[in-house]
């Protein structure tokens, strides 16, 4: 993600999805989303998405459990640090056979005030930033609040 194996301007357009370009600290964050509007076309469009950052700040703790089809569990457990803008999950797998294995997750999940400044130090311009409805909602024009996902549009300048 630092350093993508593609020649400039390869696609017309690029997504991340779930965060997968912000598990790092700001500037290795800043450095992947310059490098993907790196590989897009100008003129060509991204779209980000991560969790929103205003559910979490409703409930910065959550925790989690389910069983797998093969029997094992599967424990999460999650606090979101709203002064760092960081979710920092905790997950547990017990197989069947009773090992066990961990680790801990932080991902960074950016306000909408934060996306104008991050898409403009990346070389990039913010096109819009929304919140996905729930279903049977309509998409209103304020974000919503209690939508699972935060959506950022931004496109490499021409």
Not at 132 to 141: L, R, S
Request: hydrophobic share 40%; charged share 25%; net charge neutral.
């Amino acid at each position: 993600m630092r350093a993508l194996p593609l020649r400039a301007g390869s696609f017309d357009g690029a997504f991340s999805w779930y965060s997968s370009l912000f598990m790092f600290d700001d500037a290795t964050n800043l450095r992947c989303l310059a490098e993907l509007g790196r590989v897009v076309r100008p003129g060509g469009r991204l779209v980000i998405q991560h969790a929103n950052p205003a559910l979490l700040a409703s409930a910065p703790v959550d925790a989690s459990r389910r069983v797998l089809a093969d029997g094992s569990r599967v424990e999460e457990a999650s606090r979101w640090d709203a002064a760092a803008g960081v979710d920092r999950c905790d997950r547990r797998l017990v197989r069947p056979d009773g090992t066990e294995l961990r680790g801990t997750a932080e991902l960074r999940y950016y306000s909408p005030p934060e996306w104008g400044p991050l898409a403009t130090a990346a070389g990039l311009r913010l096109i819009q930033i929304t919140t996905t409805p729930f279903a049977g909602e309509v998409p209103d024009a304020e974000l919503n609040r209690k939508a699972p996902d935060l959506i950022a549009v931004l496109e490499r300048p021409t």
